[in-house]
Structures are given as structure tokens and as C-alpha cells.
């Protein structure tokens, strides 16, 4: 059973369109991340919620929205996509926000043309 | 801005030598670091962390030193293995977020 799971695992989009990436991490963690991966392999924070409640939000265009339905989904939704989009996207998971033991999945590559 | 960061993108080392991948940071008020490894196609998995409280921690055939004076920390990967070939990257915790310096490839030859 994969501990944190996302889908698709390859995305491949026209500008300006709408998609969506599901995570489900069925490790009882209270704790979800979104990370982006670029092209030269540096990792980002771009969201994370604790028990359903949103406790970080970086500098992300407002086109990305997070959803997390119950503890154990956070979902990623992008609008209008753009060239700049493009990179692999990780989402993770922890058993609260103070430990640096990330769970993360395989990640879902987006690809914007 | 404070971030978390590698001494050096590439190391390669034969089958069998100890390896020691470096990464300095900025942010002096940082009292947790972890180790994170990624190999090709998957996401990172988590190695071992350290407290600013200590200086030296071991774990299976890796040990990760924190030199708070110089703000550098290190991991060491004792008879490196092909299966060791990988990114590595260290990590602290800056507030509720753990913030990613820009990885290490490290290649293992037989």
C-alpha cells in the first residue's frame, strides 16, 4: 500500500487551462504539504494544512487553490495555467508540523504548453 | 533572503569510499536540520535530522555532524553503495516550514 499517493503522476496541459492533482496519505498523519520541484531540483513550500486548516501559504499565485476535503486529502487546483507552472509537484504528509520527517509521494509531473 | 544551501551540485566516489556531502546555512536562529534523500523519479525520503542542541548524530551508515560556530553541517555516508546514488538535500525548519537548500547529486561507481 503507498503511504502517500497522488495522481496523475504525469500531466501534460495547454496554457490557460484548468487541472486538478489529488493526494491521499493513508498514514493517519495530521499534517499535509504541497511542494514544488523545478527544473535545477530545488523543493518549495507552497502550502500545508494541520487538521484540515490552512498554517502555511507561501508566495503562490493566487491561481493555485488547496482543498483539503478531510485529513487525509489535500488537493491541488491550478487555474489558468501558465508556461512558469510547469515543474513536478510533491505533496507530503507528517504527524504534526514540528517534526522534519516528511512522507512525501512520487510526484505529479506537469508539464504547461 | 536566509536560506539553506550546498557547497557543492555534483560529488562522485567508488563503490566502497565514505562520502560526505556539506550544506551551509544562514539562518542563525535555525535549531533543526534534516537530511533528505531523492532518487530519479521519486520523492525525497527522509534520512535523519540533528538539534542545534547537538552536534553529532549517527544513524545506519550515515552520520550527520552540525557545527554551529561556522553554521555548516554535513553527512557522511560510510562505504558508499550504488543504492546511495541519489540527490541529497539538507533541510531546516524555519518556523512551521521545512525550507530545502539545492541538493547534492552524488554518483556511485562500481
Same mark, same amino acid.
Given at each position: ?113 | ?39 530519479? +523519479? ?8 540533528? $538539534? ?6 549517527? =544513524?545506519?551508515?550515515? !552520520? ?18 550504488? +543504492? ?8 531546516? $525548519? ?6 530545502? =537548500?539545492?541538493?547534492? !547529486? ?5
Amino acid at each position: 500500500d503507498t503511504a502517500v499517493s497522488q495522481t496523475p503522476k504525469y500531466l501534460v496541459t495547454q496554457m490557460g487551462n484548468d487541472k486538478s492533482i489529488k493526494c491521499e496519505q493513508n498514514l493517519g498523519h495530521d499534517t499535509m504539504y504541497w511542494y514544488k520541484q523545478d527544473s535545477k531540483k530545488f523543493l518549495k513550500i507552497m502550502f500545508s494544512y494541520n487538521n484540515k486548516e490552512l498554517i502555511i501559504n507561501e508566495t503562490v499565485p493566487n491561481r493555485f487553490s488547496p482543498k483539503s476535503p478531510d485529513k487525509a486529502h489535500l488537493n491541488l487546483h491550478i487555474n489558468s495555467l501558465e508556461l512558469g507552472d510547469s515543474a513536478v509537484y510533491f505533496c507530503a504528509s507528517s504527524q504534526g508540523r514540528s517534526t522534519g520527517e516528511l512522507f512525501f509521494g512520487e510526484g505529479s509531473r506537469l508539464t504547461v504548453l | 533572503g536566509e536560506s539553506v544551501g550546498l557547497h557543492l551540485p555534483t560529488l562522485s566516489v567508488q563503490e566502497g569510499d565514505n562520502s560526505i556531502i556539506n550544506c551551509a546555512y544562514s539562518n542563525s536562529a535555525s535549531d533543526y536540520f534534516i537530511w533528505y534523500k531523492q532518487e530519479s +523519479g521519486k520523492g525525497p525520503q527522509f534520512i535523519i535530522d540533528i $538539534r542545534s542542541n547537538m552536534d553529532k548524530r549517527q =544513524g545506519q551508515r550515515v !552520520t550527520v555532524l552540525l557545527n554551529k560556530t561556522v553554521k555548516h553541517l554535513s553527512l557522511q555516508i560510510a562505504a558508499t553503495q550504488p +543504492g546511495d546514488s541519489a540527490v541529497y538535500f539538507c533541510a531546516e $525548519r524555519g518556523g512551521t516550514a521545512l525550507i530545502f =537548500g539545492k541538493g547534492t !547529486t552524488l554518483s556511485v561507481s562500481s
